[in-house]
């Protein structure tokens, strides 16, 4: 292993140290909360990443599934696809790479892509147009961890072990393109899903800037912001 990744790797495992968490956690709480509180997100009665992913390669009969973030492969080895490629610097899939490194060489189209590698809104933009590039025509993006449920499981740098980071904003961001259709369904704390297609219902936002978009926005206009909706109901239009 050369240098460059050995400090890569030692970095991305320090963010998740717990010291680190706790003083962050102390910033974000006497600096920056608005003290909102809770959305009231409750996942516990619907379905799992596992579910949505394996239905949508089902129902759209997907050859190959691409998952950028595959930790210890809870998802990547439990989904039935033809072919299967994961990406993570650290641990799981196929290819020990970052998003970044990965996408710079790849030549290959995938149906479905799953992004939950580093959960900044930076790093998620990127992946997203990255995929994007990568998608088959009639593709799907999906991405993991997009509906936090209070300014802590958001905030960025990480402040506790239960954290979406603001993968939220690229969704916002998503939202406003009319060149792609995009949904969050409420389900394993939010999965966001990219259509290459026209865009059925774009926001309209005049921030051009989405990594500065407040979470007091997101906290009041949550619903049309990630147009959420229910698994049931994304099955019926994908
Ligand atoms: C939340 S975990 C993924 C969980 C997995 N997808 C699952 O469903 O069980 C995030 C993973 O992203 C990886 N990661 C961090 N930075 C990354 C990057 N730049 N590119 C790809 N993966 C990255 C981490 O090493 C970690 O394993």
Not at 22 to 33: P, V
Not at 96 to 116: A, L, P
Request: proline content about 2%.
């Amino acid at each position: 292993m050369n240098i460059k990744n050995f400090i890569k790797k030692k970095y991305i495992r320090l963010q998740g140290s717990r010291n680190i968490l706790k003083l962050n956690y102390f910033i974000e709480k006497y600096f920056r909360d608005k003290k909102l509180g809770n959305i009231g997100f409750d996942f516990s009665d619907k379905p799992n990443r596992q579910t949505v992913v394996q239905k949508i390669i089902e129902t759209k009969k997907y050859n190959s599934y691409l998952e950028i973030g595959t930790f210890h492969d809870e998802l990547f080895k439990n989904i039935k696809c033809d072919k299967k490629v994961g990406v993570d610097p650290v641990s799981g899939g196929t290819i020990r790479k970052t998003s970044d490194e990965f996408f710079k060489d790849n030549k290959e189209k995938f149906d479905c892509i799953f992004i939950d590698g580093l959960h900044y809104y930076s790093q998620v933009k990127r992946d997203i147009e990255n995929s994007l590039k990568a998608l088959n025509s009639n593709g799907i993006i999906l991405l993991h961890d997009c509906l936090p449920n209070n300014y802590f499981e958001q905030a960025v740098p990480r402040c506790q072990i239960t954290w979406n980071g603001d993968v939220w904003k690229a969704v916002v961001e998503c939202r406003t393109k009319e060149n792609i259709d995009t949904y969050t369904c409420y389900a394993d704390f939010g999965i966001g899903v990219i259509f290459n297609r026209k865009n059925k219902s774009p926001l309209k936002l005049d921030s051009q800037n989405f990594s500065k978009i407040d979470f007091e926005d997101y906290f009041y206009k949550h619903k049309e912001f990630m147009n959420i909706i229910e698994y049931e109901d994304l099955i019926k239009i994908i």
